[in-house]
């Protein structure tokens, strides 16, 4: 791919930036934030569902995070809004004792001005209702405020061969 190419495909389209591999070089402290914001929520999703958080905690270390418009894609292909994900993490408190999260491979794929279009791995262990170790590729649009805020969130399992043939040392 050319130099000129890939300069000017940053500049348009989400789809041509991704296909580009754009890399700003405010990409690094964006990827760390970015990723500290990712594995804090999902060290959240772990203290919530095996019960070690408070249950106050669910507007600050949750909610507060996700824009009122946000939607969320399950693996299933499910759609669920802001609402409908406060009312499945109320019903789930302290349900899941053995969960455990592990977050990989998290890169940002696009930026333009506060917005950023990141994917990561998430691998789970003791999850209830999938299977005992999963995995799934997460791509989520964020806006970087302080704290950033996720506008769009979509997830899609990986393979059964990849997800058993990997380490789940979490």
């Known amino acids: 791919m050319s130099e000129d190419f890939k300069k000017n495909a940053c500049r348009g389209s989400l789809r041509q930036a991704i296909n580009a591999r754009c890399r700003p070089e405010k990409t690094m402290n964006t990827l760390d ?5 990712i594995v ?6 772990v203290d919530w569902f095996t019960g070690a958080a408070a249950r106050s905690d669910l507007e600050e ?4 995070r ?10 299933e292909g499910e759609t669920l809004t802001r609402d409908m994900l406060k009312q499945g993490f109320e019903q789930g408190y302290g349900r899941n004792p053995d969960f455990r999260i592990q977050i990989r491979d998290v890169d940002v794929r696009w930026e333009r001005d506060d917005l ?6 998430e691998w789970q262990i003791g999850a209830s209702g999938a299977d005992a170790k999963n995995a799934r590729i997460s791509s989520v649009l964020m806006q970087m405020s302080k ?11 990986l393979p059964k061969g990849l997800v058993e043939a990997s380490a789940f040392d979490i």
């Open 33 to 37: 934030t970015v990723t500290k914001d």
């Open 40 to 45: 804090d929520l999902h060290v959240f999703f």
């Open 61 to 64: 270390r949750f909610l507060q």
């Open 66 to 75: 996700m824009d009122p418009g946000v939607t969320f894609i399950s693996p």
């Open 116 to 121: 950023v279009l990141a994917t990561y791995t």
């Open 147 to 157: 704290p950033p805020v996720w506008l769009h969130i979509q997830e899609t399992w």
